[in-house]
T-cell receptor, first 113, second 117 residues
Framework: NAGVTQTPKFQVLKTGQSMTLQCAQD?????MSWYRQDPGMGLRLIHY???????DQGEVPNGYNVSRSTTEDFPLRLLSAAPSQTSVYFC????????????FGSGTQLSVL | AQKVTQAQTEISVVEKEDVTLDCVYE???????LFWYKQPPSGELVFLIR??????QNEISGRYSWNFQKSTSSFNFTITASQVVDSAVYFC??????????????FGKGTKLTVNP
């Protein structure tokens, strides 16, 4: 069972570069979300989606874009990377929005120099 | 607004000790869900338990138990006879239920538990 697959696992960017973090799930979950984890800050919601074609902002959306063209995929785009975006990023999905348990990907460690 | 407070940043115990991780939440809703997740040193996030606001029964699963008290807005987690493998960061989380389902799950900042042999 693949579950939630995130790629890449590690990435180093220079300030101003753009990139896309990929997230795919094979559980036919309608709900998908992106979190960032920073030391001492816990997990903070960036963007989420309740189904294909529907996205919305979370707690810390600035500097990130998302789209949801299919149920399976929910990529996170950094338009112009900044050192403040250095973090560990987690993608998650659930069958019944956030009142059901989340299945998390293994995370992406991103460093912006 | 939703808020989850885990006041204990780090806890260190010796193996076989019991340890309680505190979680206090704030919400204006009467219907909500509370969760605990575990993040071992390997980094993945693992679901431990979900509790809805209408179910105040405490739950026990092996060495793990959870105490939900609406009167004090707390959802504490106790590990009995701790083991080294319990070393991890533990997150408490809150989801408010709105019509059609809640879209925002708010996490506490986590408690890092170290169990020493």
């Amino acid at each position: 069972n693949a579950g939630v697959t995130q790629t890449p696992k590690f990435q180093v960017l220079k300030t101003g570069q753009s990139m896309t973090l990929q997230c795919a799930q094979d559980m036919n979950h309608e709900y998908m979300s992106w979190y960032r984890q920073d030391p001492g800050m816990g997990l903070r919601l960036i963007h989420y989606s309740v189904g294909a074609g529907i996205t919305d902002q979370g707690e810390v959306p600035n500097g990130y874009n998302v789209s949801r063209s299919t149920t399976e995929d929910f990529p996170l785009r950094l338009l112009s990377a900044a050192p403040s975006q250095t973090s560990v990023y987690f993608c998650a999905s659930s069958s019944g929005r956030t009142n059901e348990k989340l299945f998390f990907g293994s995370g992406t460690q991103l460093s912006v120099l | 607004a939703q808020k989850v407070t885990q006041a204990q940043t780090e806890i260190s115990v010796v193996e076989k000790e019991d340890v309680t991780l505190d979680c206090v939440y704030e919400t204006r809703d009467t219907t909500y869900y509370l969760f605990w997740y575990k993040q071992p040193p390997s980094g993945e996030l693992v679901f431990l338990i979900r509790r809805n606001s209408f179910d105040e029964q405490n739950e026990i699963s092996g060495r793990y138990s959870w105490n939900f008290q609406k009167s004090t807005s707390s959802f504490n987690f106790t590990i009995t006879a701790s083991q080294v493998v319990d070393s991890a960061v533990y997150f408490c989380a809150l989801s408010e239920a709105v019509e059609g389902g809640s879209e925002k799950l708010v996490f506490g900042k986590g408690t890092k538990l170290t169990v020493n042999p």
